[in-house]
């Protein structure tokens, strides 16, 4: 994969994680096989320009072609228009899932775990519910979410469940002890002074 490919690859794996979305999501959104995104955020394969399209409009992204002296402009607008967007798409995701966790939790049955285990896993959800995790932390969620619907007798494995409750304990404490974020740059370009480097 060329270098200007890999940077398009990494953008849409930013664009993916900021939305937090999983590449099975994206997958089932854009009709494109999760095992061809996955290669193609790692860099291993191109892909073609219709998968392109199809995932760049499945993230609410559109592909554009842009003179390249413009580049630095439109980056900066795109930043400063998705800063706030990008907040508000990944604390809802973070906070449907983490209510679907609770119910999930609230309604399963572990034998031989002291309730004092599943109240802890609760008061770490509350945390999370406050916060903005991240594309890897919101899997950890997702994840524990399929291990609790697939318990169909509604009892699972306390060991499963401790292994679980530990990741959302580990993603509590990184978003809790986080640094706070850096606010974003002020723009240095405009596109309305561009006209006068070609006169």
Sequence with gaps: MSHATAHVASAFKAAR?????????????????QAQISRFESGAVDI???SLVSLARALDLEIELVPRKAV???????RSATSGERNSDAIRAAAIEVSKLTKAIKAVHVPDLPSLQTDKVLAN??????????????EAIRKFNDVLEKAK???IDPDVFVRHAEMIEQARNQL???PPPASLPKPAYALDDDDEDDA
């Design 48 to 50: 073609r320009l219709s």
């Design 72 to 78: 630095s402009a439109v980056e900066s607008i795109v």
């Design 125 to 138: 959800l509350r945390v999370l519910e406050r916060f903005q995790p991240t594309a890897a932390q919101l």
């Design 153 to 155: 007798s509604l009892s």
């Design 176 to 178: 809790a002890y986080a």
């Design 17 to 33: 994680e900021r939305k937090a979305i999983s590449q099975r999501e994206l997958s089932a959104r854009a009709g494109v096989p």
